[in-house]
């Protein structure tokens, strides 16, 4: 039952238990109209701490008992409630007999479980929702409530009325695969059914159509329906009432709006159940769900297995739409690392390697390989999370337990997995920079589900040549990707160019006088941009606030531009743009909360980052990284610390950190009276970059002991 802390509550709580007995008491199961069992929406929570701050600080109790009044049902009816942020196993039944379980799911759904015919008794009846996960488990708050009984079962309720939809491009006329999201008039997910099966992907609320049709069925009622195509399309919301016996066609068109031309959008991280085992995508749906949201160069990375998507694509008549390519999450204790291109046939690399070294030495050997990513590195798998302060010192890009850093490629967005802190992997990706290792960021979904995780939510715009999808050269792209050429997406973009014509992965030779940066923000307008950041080596150097503005003359597709002029660096640097944007909170491309959330405080947020642009001030026709000037700087000043902080004059943070850091492996100690007063005297940006490394590296001393 309910439990509280505040007597009153508890009372009104019995108290309205016991009205919504006494009204079912006289309700009489029938084909038209419910037992309305709850009519609102209770705060359950399994553990003993709150999971995230939008909930009360306590729960209403950790199951949830209500009792309400029926008759027997002769044939099997359908038990209907609506369920919001539900992480772990909660389980349902009706009298001691088992109906179901929740819907592993975040998303704000209604969920619809069998009634067995003899399971509902004459008079009184117990539902019991309660949670089965294990008790070291985290956390889940969530909210069940709404609950009703019906007397249909599932597939009677499901057909009482038709809505034939069919999605067209506006510009060519073409029909488009494409997603088609259903909800009830305030926004919660609505259980349909769909034809053809062989076509659509289907789930509460959410319908992919392989080829722009497709005919549902559903209760008549008041409905929203939104249809899209993913980043680069305009979003369509209509609502709708249908009634019993009702046929209703809806003929909805679409335009590409945001302007990628020139640029192919990647999924660099692609499941199924099918091959990996969990999740609930087959690979049929896959592959359905892939062309509905506009991927055009998917990559299958399920676990430990190589696996060619193009049979699966080309029966389901897709392959105009995307090129597969062959890849492998390399799966390992220590780490998981996305590889591709594969070539057809290739051994798989050793995934039960113990160390990096071994595990890059296995990758490297896998014949086509050129692209190595390291996936969600700010997370725990098998007791390892690769880049936490128990192993890696993010500031200096330090691995603590020597392994080698050998990839080209990281996460910096996995729209499946994402960080309580927006830009920590950014800021991760950056610090590789400056270490003087060439890493490419990377933006992919994870995406193990048709609608939990959407796939190519966070995806890679690769340059290249776009123009058809189905015969896109992946060994070119994946060069083109190796060499930084890349715009990172989560529902907006950053196209940064310096000087006029130089973009993500160029080399900008020397200017005579300032240097020009432009930032475009792409992206469709069902998507808020907020905040355009600048960075130089890893540093906020300029910032801008977006304010929407709407109007018409806007060219489609690009949400915001801002040129700044810098001062001609004295050295070498890189520079990249980050945007950050509102989080949508509706069903119909949902932001998902972080996978391993390190606090109950997060604000759902969009994102969009550049590539690095590499300046060569110096003009050696080459990039120095900040690591190699700190190694100048201590070979120059040959130990004496005045000379040090001598050399560090006019430099930035990022070599500060660096010349910290090999400070402290000269068994210099960074605490010294002698050094704390030469910094004192130093200009803020070299008295910040310290700071930052002496707290990374006091963080990677505390995770040892924990």
């Known amino acids: 039952m309910f439990r509280t802390h505040d007597m009153t509550a508890t009372l009104r709580t019995l108290a309205t238990l016991g009205l919504l007995c006494l009204t079912c008491r006289a309700a009489v199961l029938t084909a038209a109209e419910p037992v309305i069992v709850s009519g609102r929406l209770h705060h359950l929570r399994s553990g003993e701490t709150r999971e995230w701050e939008e909930f009360p600080r306590d729960a209403e109790g950790t199951r949830l008992e209500l009792g309400f009044a029926a008759t027997v049902n002769e044939t099997e009816g359908t038990l209907e409630l609506r369920q919001q942020d539900v992480r772990r196993n909660w389980k349902v039944s009706l009298n001691d007999r088992s109906l179901g379980e929740l819907t592993i799911d975040e998303n704000d759904l209604i969920l619809q479980l069998p009634i067995p015919s003899g399971t509902l008794q004459a008079g009184d009846n117990r539902l019991v929702i309660e949670c089965a996960a294990k008790p070291d488990e985290p956390a889940d708050d969530v909210r069940v409530g709404e609950v009703s009984v019906w007397a249909q079962s599932i597939n009677q309720r499901r057909r ?54 497709a005919i549902l069925q559903l209760p008549a009622g ?11 399309y305009s979003l369509v919301r209509q609502e709708f009432s249908i009634s019993e016996d009702e046929r209703r066609e809806l003929n909805l068109t679409l335009r590409r709006v945001v302007p990628t031309d020139g640029y192919i959008a990647c999924d660099t991280h692609v499941h199924s159940r099918t091959h990996s ?41 897709l392959l105009d739409w995307f090129t597969p390519v062959i890849g492998n999450e390399v799966t390992t204790k220590r780490g998981h690392f996305n ?76 729209s499946g997995a994402t960080q309580t802190e927006t830009l920590q992997l950014l800021q991760d990706w950056m610090g590789l920079l400056n270490r003087g290792y060439r890493v490419t960021p990377i933006g992919s979904s994870d995406s193990h589900d048709v609608n939990r995780y959407i796939v190519g939510q966070g995806r890679t715009y690769i340059r290249g040549d776009d123009t058809n999808p189905g015969g896109i050269d992946a060994a070119a792209a994946a060069r083109s990707l190796v060499q930084g050429r890349v715009l990172v997406s989560y529902g907006l973009i950053a196209e ?26 792409l992206g469709p307008d069902w998507v808020t941009p907020q905040r355009l950041m600048l960075y130089a080596n890893g540093e906020l150097i300029r910032e801008a606030m977006i304010f929407s503005d709407r109007a018409e003359s806007r060219v489609p597709g690009v949400q915001f531009e801002q040129t700044w002029s ?68 201590i070979r120059d000043s040959d130990g004496a610390l005045p000379d040090v902080f001598a050399g560090l004059s006019g430099r930035d943070s990022a070599v500060a950190a660096h010349v910290a850091h090999l400070l402290r492996l000269s068994r210099i100690d960074l605490d010294s009276a002698d050094i704390t007063a030469l910094a004192a005297e130093a200009d803020p940006p070299i008295r910040a970059g310290i700071d930052r490394y002496r707290e990374a590296w006091r963080q990677n001393q505390v995770a040892q002991f924990e």
């Open 277 to 317: 085992g969990h999740g609930d995508a087959t690979v049929e749906e896959r592959m359905i769900t892939l062309a509905g949201e506009g991927i055009e160069l998917p990559i299958a990375t399920d676990h430990n297995v190589q696996i060619d998507h193009r049979p699966y694509a080309e029966r389901l008549g």
């Open 339 to 414: 590889i591709f291109p594969i070539d057809p046939g290739a051994a798989l690399p050793d995934h039960t390697v113990e160390n990096w070294a071994e595990a890059f030495d296995e990758i490297e050997a896998t014949p086509g390989v050129q692209v190595v990513i390291l996936n969600h590195a700010r997370d725990i798998h098998s007791g390892t999370r690769p880049f936490g302060p128990k192993l890696y010192n993010a500031v200096v890009a330090e691995q603590l337990a020597g392994w080698p850093l050998r990839m080209n490629a990281m996460e910096v967005i996995n």
């Open 496 to 521: 940064l160019t310096v000087s006029g014509e130089y973009t993500s992965g160029d080399l900008v030779p020397p200017v005579d006088g300032e240097l020009n940066v432009s930032v475009r923000v």
């Open 566 to 633: 810098l001062e001609r660096p004295d050295f070498d640097l890189f520079l990249t743009a980050i945007v950050v944007g509102d989080g949508i909170d509706a069903a119909f491309w949902r932001t998902a909360k972080p996978y391993q959330p390190t606090s109950p405080h997060w604000l759902p947020q969009t994102l969009g980052c550049s590539g690095a642009v590499f300046v060569d001030a110096d003009g050696d026709g080459q990039w120095t990284a900040a690591r190699s000037y700190a190694e100048q700087i």
């Open 160 to 213: 009482e009325a038709g809505l034939e939809i069919a999605v067209t491009d506006a510009d060519t006329g073409r029909l488009l695969p494409s997603r088609i999201t259903i909800t009830t008039a305030d926004g919660a997910l609505y259980p349909v059914a769909a034809e053809p099966a062989d076509r659509t992907a289907v789930r509460a609320g959410c319908v992919y159509t392989a080829d722009g049709r």
């Open 222 to 232: 008041r409905y929203v329906v939104y249809v899209g195509r993913g980043f680069e």
